[in-house]
């Protein structure tokens, strides 16, 4: 068994639409990124890149490539998890927090495992937990969303 973590934010800006877990959401603002910002995303990304021992998501898409351009970041959790495979590992499980003031991302939670899944990582082994941050510090002030991911993999052969 192998476990990694894995942690991102972006800024909130106006002009970008916002996507949190491969899902649309409605809101004035969007998340600043050079691929699609999907903050949720990421994390998960991270995770997995860090249970597989291979450094971190700036290794893979770094930010001055541009075919990683307003990329679709569940198309880049696809990578990864091919690169799963390609490591003889299996997803056994993912939990994600993910830290947003403003909109309420909790009504979009099954949207995004199934918007999530079809980086091929099944939706019935990522739970997603929308929590908010109190007011306090950068996401409490709406400037940002945050999120924490953890990641199981177990070894297949
Ligand atoms: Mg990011």
Redesign the pocket.
Known sequence: MRVGIGY?S?RLVAGRKLIVGGVVIPFERGLA?H?D?D?LC?SIIDSVIGALGLGD?GKFFPDTDPRWKDAVSVEMLKYIAELVRVNCYEVQWIDSVVVAERPKLAPYIASMKEALSMSTIPAAVINIKAKTEEGMGFVGRGEGIAAHSVCLLARIR
Do not use: E, K, L, Y
Request: net charge negative; no cysteine.
């Open positions: 991102d972006h990124g691929s910002g903050v990421h998501i």
